[in-house]
């Protein structure tokens, strides 16, 4: 069975720092492109970042460029997000997503993590 | 970026409805669209990939269609469990935006 398992999540003050992981089992996770996806309380799905199987290509949304970043090792299965200068609108269940690709048909997110808690907060 | 709209955003219906869900790129999009239905508490599920692609172990009364900016997803006969959040995904360039998800609750 697949299975994503997030951690790290937690409360932190505007302008901290926190590591998020997800550690993947039952995939072969070194061939898969990974991404973290956030959600707001009440509020929609939002696409935070990605990175190639090999860890030699990454991408975000503007939001988040300079302060996140995404990492991954592919010896212990996991992938990294690294949050720097958190800001009250970074208050969030991060979730981490496999995607699957196939040429001509886009990506697709599965399966995904439980997802973890972040809150920034004084 | 590219905008996706959903309509409606909520949505009441009764067991054993059809329901239309709709979604709008603000560019075309080929067909590099998915649709995801989330409960409360939980990870979104996939439901459908590559716009009209059924993921495997959906029901085959979730279906979706469309390409270029326009696309829907079609429930029939509604079941007691479907009643959730759906959003729409695309993957055409990053970032891949969602739309703002549609509640479809239990008229």
């Known amino acids: 069975e697949v299975q994503l398992v997030e951690s790290g999540g937690g409360l932190v003050q505007p302008g901290g720092s926190l590591r998020l992981s997800c550690a993947a089992s039952?995939?072969?996770?070194?061939?898969?492109?990974m991404s973290w996806v956030r959600q707001a309380p009440g509020k929609g799905l939002e696409w935070v970042a990605n990175i190639h199987p090999e860890g030699t290509e990454t991408y975000y949304v503007d939001s988040v460029k300079g302060r996140f970043t995404i990492s991954r090792d592919n010896a212990k299965q996991s992938l990294y997000l690294q949050m720097h200068s958190l800001r009250d609108e970074d208050t969030a269940v991060y979730y981490c997503?496999?995607?699957?690709?196939?040429?001509?048909?886009?990506?697709?997110?599965?399966?995904w993590g439980q997802g973890t808690l972040v809150t920034v907060s004084s | 970026d590219i905008q996706m709209t959903q309509s409606p955003s909520s949505l009441s219906a009764s067991v054993g409805d059809t329901v239309t869900i709709t979604c709008r790129a603000s560019q075309t999009i080929s067909s590099f669209l998915n649709w995801y239905q989330q409960k409360p508490g939980k990870a979104p599920k996939l439901l459908i990939y590559a716009a009209s692609s059924l993921q495997s172990g959906v029901p085959p009364r979730f279906s979706g269609s469309g390409s270029g900016p326009h696309f829907t997803l079609t429930i029939t006969s509604l079941q007691p469990e479907d009643f959730a959040t759906y959003s729409c995904?695309?993957?055409?360039?990053?970032?891949?935006?969602f739309g703002q998800g549609t509640k479809l609750e239990i008229k």
């Open positions: 039952g995939l072969t996770f070194a061939t898969h492109w």
């Open positions: 997503a496999t995607e699957n690709i196939l040429q001509h048909q886009g990506n697709w997110f599965d399966p």
């Open positions: 995904q695309q993957t055409y360039i990053a970032p891949f935006t």
